[in-house]
């Protein structure tokens, strides 16, 4: 790949990724993304484009807004390079191809529905239905399946009603067997999305990962925030790490077969 080509995804990658933050920002307030022009959610005022350069007016301000000097979140910058990141993984792993941009698409929808769902516990629906529509809508250029572009839709369709039904299962069990929610209608849906993605065998490999990951940030809550073990805690990022090892490359079932 050539390295020209990366560097150009990247600054994509950080430019997209501070429109990002204007949707995790804005959507769950039902505000408009595209108007007004970006401004300090401590004090309103409009920042100017010398201060809405991504990361580097961060550091330059000391992470505080010029105009309040309110502290801004780390957030911003986060989400900035986590998306030059995942834009340069992508585009080195699959090429300039119309792929590309379809999974482009679906790791920055998985971006902002996992920090909308890190921040309040919600996945708005236009992301996780959203996500399923998308998924059928371009499997025939899907190279996760195989034959005609019917086999590859009715491939995709699959994997969406194994991700959104399976799913369904488990929340229904889990309400019947401890009382109370153990995954969200944003997380069912979200699943249905990402099945259509990357089929049925990746919806279980997804469901694998994500449990671990899960488990994994439930002990650290547990050890360093006093957290119980019964708390409830957004499990739509951890769907969403899954995914992108996914559709980064498919793991199937059987690869995760220990033998003895």
């Given at each position: 790949?050539?390295?020209?080509?990366?560097?150009?995804?990247?600054?994509?990658?950080?430019?997209?990724?501070?429109?990002?933050?204007?949707?995790i920002?804005?959507?769950?307030?039902n505000?408009?993304?595209?108007?007004?022009?970006?401004?300090?959610?401590?004090?309103?005022?409009?920042?100017?484009?010398?201060?809405?350069?991504?990361?580097?007016?961060?550091?330059?301000?000391?992470?505080?807004?010029?105009?309040?000097?309110?502290?801004?979140?780390?957030?911003?910058?986060?989400?900035?390079?986590l998306t030059?990141?995942?834009?340069?993984?992508?585009v080195?792993?699959?090429?300039?191809?119309?792929?590309?941009?379809?999974?482009?698409?679906?790791?920055?929808?998985?971006?902002?529905?996992?920090?909308?769902?890190?921040?309040?516990?919600?996945?708005?629906?236009?992301?996780?239905?959203?996500?399923?529509?998308?998924?059928?809508?371009?499997?025939?250029?899907?190279?996760?399946?195989?034959?005609?572009?019917?086999?590859?839709?009715?491939?995709?369709?699959?994997?969406?009603?194994?991700?959104?039904?399976?799913?369904?299962?488990?929340a229904?069990?889990?309400?019947?067997?401890f009382?109370?929610?153990?995954?969200?209608?944003?997380?069912?849906?979200?699943m249905?999305?990402?099945?259509?993605?990357?089929?049925?065998?990746?919806?279980?490999?997804?469901?694998?990962?994500?449990?671990?990951?899960?488990?994994?940030?439930?002990?650290?809550?547990?050890?360093?925030?006093?957290?119980?073990?019964?708390?409830?805690?957004?499990?739509?990022?951890?769907?969403?790490?899954?995914?992108?090892?996914?559709?980064?490359?498919?793991?199937?079932?059987?690869?995760?077969?220990?033998?003895?």
């Amino acid at each position: 790949m050539n390295t020209l080509i990366l560097i150009f995804a990247g600054l994509f990658g950080l430019i997209f990724g501070s429109f990002l933050n204007v949707c995790i920002y804005r959507i769950p307030q039902n505000k408009s993304i595209i108007w007004p022009r970006s401004f300090c959610p401590k004090c309103g005022k409009t920042i100017a484009w010398y201060d809405n350069i991504p990361v580097l007016s961060y550091i330059i301000l000391w992470g505080k807004g010029r105009c309040c000097k309110e502290p801004i979140s780390c957030q911003y910058p986060l989400v900035e390079l986590l998306t030059a990141a995942l834009t340069v993984l992508f585009v080195w792993r699959y090429g300039i191809t119309a792929w590309t941009f379809v999974v482009l698409a679906a790791v920055y929808s998985l971006i902002i529905s996992s920090v909308i769902d890190l921040q309040l516990m919600i996945i708005p629906d236009r992301f996780s239905i959203g996500l399923i529509v998308f998924g059928l809508a371009v499997s025939f250029l899907n190279p996760n399946f195989d034959g005609t572009a019917w086999h590859r839709f009715l491939q995709s369709l699959l994997g969406a009603g194994v991700g959104f039904f399976g799913t369904l299962a488990v929340a229904v069990l889990g309400w019947f067997m401890f009382k109370k929610e153990a995954m969200g209608g944003g997380d069912v849906k979200l699943m249905g999305g990402i099945g259509a993605l990357v089929g049925w065998e990746g919806v279980i490999t997804t469901t694998i990962f994500a449990s671990v990951a899960g488990l994994i940030y439930s002990v650290f809550l547990m050890i360093f925030k006093g957290k119980k073990g019964g708390d409830a805690i957004p499990f739509g990022p951890f769907l969403s790490i899954g995914a992108i090892i996914n559709l980064f490359y498919l793991v199937s079932p059987y690869m995760l077969t220990i033998e003895f």
